[in-house]
Nanobody, 114 residues
Framework: QVQLVESGGGLVQAGGSLRLSCAAS????????MGWYRQAPGKQRELVAH???????NYAGSVKGRFTISRDNAKNTVYLQMNSLKPEDTAVYYC????????WGQGTQVTVSS
């Protein structure tokens, strides 16, 4: 059974940093592209970064240069290092497969105050 558990969110001032983690259960992890998505209040969920099984990364323009995605296939875990946070980064952050999302986890709330 697939399970995705996100953690590491919190309240931070603008310019601060957070590191999110996502632990995945199931044998799908190491062979799939994994991504971090976010959903702000009143907005659609968007993909902000993804990483291939071999470590190739891609970022949305709004986070490029500030966020870094990484993964540890041995631990079935994907990370998102977020630096220089802005109030517009406030959202619930989720990890999932890219493409072909699996069941969503509960997400982790990131709130950036100005």
């Amino acid at each position: 059974q697939v399970q995705l558990v996100e953690s590491g969110g919190g309240l931070v001032q603008a310019g601060g940093s957070l590191r999110l983690s996502c632990a995945a259960s199931g044998s799908f992890f190491s062979i799939n592209i994994m991504g971090w998505y976010r959903q702000a209040p009143g907005k659609q969920r968007e993909l902000v970064a993804h990483i291939t099984s071999g470590g190739r990364t891609n970022y949305a323009g709004s986070v490029k240069g500030r966020f870094t995605i990484s993964r540890d296939n041995a631990k079935n875990t994907v990370y998102l290092q977020m630096n220089s946070l802005k109030p517009e980064d406030t959202a619930v952050y989720y990890c999932n497969r890219v493409p072909g999302v699996l069941v969503w986890g509960q997400g982790t709330q990131v709130t950036v105050s100005s």
